[in-house]
């Protein structure tokens, strides 16, 4: 729950982000930003809303997908190693 104090600052940016010409989007996306514990989704319409979910899904996504790449690169290069220590053993006992 916002305060007083808090709502009469979010009050004024919204209305001087909104005298510049910023859309209602713009201004849910600079508010959140600057307090990202704030329940503003009061200033955007459903479909917005809707977007801003949708991005934010995404997000999630793009980070459990980033962590599984890191995951398989880390596998890849242990078993590249070893695999080029064995090619290295081998080498030795061919020169043998």
Excluded: C, W
Aim: proline fraction near 2%; aromatic fraction near 6%.
């Amino acid at each position: 729950m916002l305060s007083i104090s808090q709502a009469k600052d979010i009050r004024s940016i919204v209305s001087e982000l909104r005298s510049r010409g910023f859309s209602k989007l713009d201004v849910y996306l600079v508010l959140k930003t600057l307090k990202p514990d704030a329940k503003l989704e009061y200033l955007l319409s459903p479909g917005e809303l809707d977007l801003i979910n949708r991005v934010n899904a995404m997000r999630i996504e793009l980070y459990r997908m980033r962590n599984a790449v890191y995951d398989l690169e880390k596998k890849v290069r242990k078993r590249h190693e070893i695999i080029e220590g064995i090619y290295e053993e081998l080498m030795r006992s061919v020169e043998k």
